[in-house]
Every structure is written in structure tokens, then in C-alpha cells.
């Protein structure tokens, strides 16, 4: 980067605060707590992780024991509703900065996530609070991941890692390729994987509440120290 870009991005307000990389680096983390909650503390059902909760709904759907057909509905339904959310948000904020989608969408995240954390605290053991935790944490995380992918920051979708983990082989110098994206394809996997231990670390030893409180604090800073840099 030449003197005049530093000193060019030292003014930008836009550039100021944590890359991107990071911030989603942070996410991802998040995602694996989110999903060791909803695994484990809200009846087998993925609230971040999509894909799973497709194949979780067919476990369900043909009587497995200890899945619950409405359960997953309700996490599939409100991650679509979240994702229609976050996409009409972008639309309206397309005309600024990245930051600012990122910023907004991150503080809706946290609300959502600290408000999860208060029902879990308020009525923890109630079927009620099941089926609103479930619905405000996809909620949220339909309305991140349609402000990620407009982002468009490469390899780091922040709730899912199979195209992730494909790349780190395929791409690796043992598959033909350069590695070139290998670091940042292993720190997202080592990301779910922290927040997922953790997660499930919290859960085991105190219940819903903190975890969740702990992911929307975690959420909550970023939003604030988000730049628009990659």
C-alpha cells in the first residue's frame, strides 16, 4: 500500500476498526455457540446451521426419536422470514457503505440474541420459551446470512463449512492447487469449532441463558468495531 492509500485510509472513517475477515472470523464463532444451544438445548434442531436442520427435519419426518417436526419447521420458517428481512434491510441500505449494512444488521443480531438470553433467564424449562428461542435465533441468523452474502467476503459464510472445507482440500498444494485461501479457510473452521465447544460447555454447566447472553455481547461488539475493509 503506498503513503498516500495509508494516509488516505487513516482519514476514512468507513476504514476505521476491525477488517471485515475478522468480524466474520468473530461470527462464525457465534454460529457455533448458537448451534451447540439449539442442538442441545432446544430439542436436536439447528438454528444457524440450515443444511443440517434439512436433514433434521427428514430424521424427524420419518420418527427418529428425539427429533420434533415442528421444532425444525419453526427454525426453517423464521431464518426464511429473517432472510427476507435482511435482504429488503441491504436493499434499503444499498446506497451507503458496507459497514453500515454490517453495522445494522449486527445490532438487529444482538438484540435479537440479548433477547433470546432474557426469555431463557425469565421462564427457562417452559415450552413457550422452546419455540421462541428458536424462532429469535434463526431469525437472526436469517437476517445475517443475507447481509453476508451480500458482503461477499470469500470463504467465510459464517454458518455453514462444507464448501469451506472442500476448498481447503481441493485448493491445498496435496490437490493440485496453490493453498492461497488455506489460512483463512482453517480459521473459519477452527472458529466453528471454538464456538461450538464453548457453546456446548456452557450449556452443559449453565443452561441457555448465558450462552446466549454471551453471543449477543459477542455480536454487540463487532457491530461497533465493524469496518468496511476485507
Request: glycine fraction near 12%; charge should be neutral.
Amino acid at each position: 500500500m503506498s503513503e498516500e492509500s495509508a494516509d488516505a485510509q487513516a482519514y476514512d472513517p468507513e476504514a476505521r476498526g476491525l477488517r471485515l475477515v475478522v468480524v466474520l472470523l468473530g461470527l462464525t464463532v457465534v454460529s457455533g455457540l448458537i448451534d451447540a444451544v439449539s442442538y442441545l438445548g432446544l430439542g436436536h434442531v439447528f438454528t444457524a446451521n440450515m443444511t443440517g436442520n434439512v436433514v433434521v427435519l427428514g430424521f424427524a419426518a420419518a420418527g427418529a426419536p428425539g427429533f420434533t417436526v415442528s421444532h425444525t419447521l419453526t427454525s426453517l420458517v423464521a431464518f426464511v422470514v429473517g432472510a427476507v428481512a435482511g435482504g429488503r434491510m441491504t436493499v434499503r441500505l444499498s446506497g451507503g457503505s458496507r459497514r453500515t449494512w454490517a453495522r445494522v444488521t449486527l445490532a438487529a443480531e444482538a438484540l435479537l440474541l440479548g433477547a433470546s438470553a432474557a426469555v431463557a433467564f425469565a421462564a427457562p424449562d417452559s415450552t413457550p420459551t422452546v419455540y421462541t428461542l428458536i424462532a429469535l435465533t434463526a431469525f437472526a441468523m436469517g437476517l445475517r446470512n443475507a447481509t453476508v452474502r451480500k458482503l461477499g467476503v470469500a470463504d467465510l459464510t459464517t454458518t455453514v463449512l462444507t464448501m469451506t472445507l472442500t476448498g481447503l482440500a481441493s485448493d491445498s498444494r496435496a490437490g493440485g492447487g496453490s493453498g492461497h485461501h488455506s489460512p483463512r479457510r482453517t480459521a473459519s473452521v477452527l472458529a466453528m469449532l471454538a464456538g461450538a465447544v464453548l457453546g456446548a460447555w456452557l450449556v452443559i454447566h449453565h443452561g441457555l441463558g448465558i450462552p446466549l447472553l454471551v453471543a449477543a455481547l459477542v455480536v454487540g461488539v463487532l457491530a461497533v468495531v465493524a469496518s468496511e475493509r476485507e
